[in-house]
């Protein structure tokens, strides 16, 4: 069964911000939450959904990544996709410490040692067409936050440990009754991690991490189109204090061609050519995407806008070893600033001329002729 677009999911727009998605989330968690329906089976499938919309649409990357791609964009193991990780807990526990005063519903399982998982990150990358076209590694600088190598990520100074939360015992969460249920909330000592670090790391400060500057190597396939997402897992931001590192996403835009615009695989190029050249027939050169050239044959009597193919000179496809079609439009370009000898030589040929010459213009103002001639006898 397909999954239900997020935005419907919970109510929204697409253009919704996050203060309408915030509360049309707290709405229906409050709705749909297991624990004011008991037993109820659908109940407990929306509460689920609800949840996993938010999740991916409360993130500025990842809702960007759904709002391109869809569900596709988590699929396969598509980078921080949805359901019920790491976010999942923090998202869940902001809504229910605005609703319920800083205290959340009954524990899902989990205890203290949590090791959050780092962020993901996005990198925006220009290329030209024919570097989409050949392909191209590429190097590139990330400012980012890496495992803190004095500490190995604990965030500890080298020789110590983090000590268990003398507030949590460990669990990284204190529960208490309020009401008809069993509360709880984030543990505000250790935010939840369950340990503390006394003798922090002097390197991080004991957030088990730095920024660094980390230089990629990026392998961008031939074909690729503008807009193409390529994941590279585990590249983005540390996790902290030794959790899983994020994901890089890079988002590709090709820059502008001066003699090329490209659909699909295809490519189109237009190529201005003299009134004598199309009159009389002749062959022009023009360029090719892979930097070489090609002749076209200008038949007798072709008009502007004709259209001739190349074929297998346009685009590599992505996955597979066929090319896409080159399309040269020709346009006739009328003569300008003429000499006086130019301007006696076209009248002359113009008095030469015929029907024959000239046939769809004949045939146009045969046309118009004939409908003003009927609407002068329709009214006599």
């Known amino acids: 069964m397909a999954k239900r677009d997020y935005y419907e999911t919970l109510g929204c727009d697409r253009g919704a911000d996050d203060t309408v998605l915030k509360a049309s989330y707290r709405k229906l968690a409050m709705k749909w939450h297991p624990d004011r329906n008991q037993g109820n089976g659908e109940a407990e499938v929306m509460f689920k959904e609800v949840n996993e919309a938010y999740e991916v649409l409360k993130d500025p990357q990842k809702r960007a990544a759904y709002d391109r791609f869809g569900h596709a964009a988590f699929e396969n193991g598509g980078g921080g996709g949805p359901g019920f990780g790491n976010d999942f807990a923090s998202s869940f526990a902001d809504i229910f410490d605005d609703l319920f005063g800083g205290a959340m519903n009954r524990s899902r399982g989990g205890g203290g040692q949590q090791r959050g998982r780092g962020a993901d990150l996005r990198y925006n990358m220009e290329i030209t067409l024919e570097e989409a076209f050949s392909g191209k590694t590429a190097q590139i ?66 957030a088990g991490r730095v920024t660094r500057e980390r230089t990629l190597s990026v392998q961008i396939p031939a074909g690729v189109e503008d807009g193409t997402r390529i994941r590279l897992g585990g590249e983005g931001e540390a996790g902290v204090r030794g959790g899983a590192a994020g994901d890089l996403y890079i988002f590709l835009s090709i820059e502008p061609h001066p003699f090329f615009q490209r659909e699909g695989a295809d490519l189109y190029c237009r190529v201005p050519i003299s009134m004598v050249t199309a009159a009389l027939g002749g062959a022009v050169e023009v360029p090719t995407i892979d930097g070489d050239k090609s002749k076209v044959k200008i038949p007798e009597g072709t008009q502007s806008q004709k259209r001739f193919r190349l074929s297998g000179k346009g685009m590599p496809i992505m996955r597979a070893r066929n090319h896409g079609d080159m399309y040269v439009q020709v346009v006739v370009e009328t003569p300008q600033k003429l000499t006086k000898r130019q301007k006696e030589l076209l009248a002359e040929f113009d008095k030469d001329s015929s029907g024959e010459t000239h046939p769809e213009s004949t045939g146009f103002f045969a046309k118009v002729k004939e409908f003003f001639q009927g609407a002068a006898g329709e009214g006599a």
């Open 141 to 206: 600088k990330i400012p980012t936050s890496v495992s803190c190598e004095t500490c190995s990520g604990t965030g500890a100074k080298p020789g110590t440990q983090p000590k268990p939360c003398r507030m949590c015992g460990g669990a990284g969460k204190i529960r208490h009754a309020q009401g008809f249920f069993t509360l709880e909330r984030t543990c505000p000592n250790c935010q939840g991690r369950g340990s503390v670090i006394e003798d922090p790391c002097s390197d991080c400060g004991g």
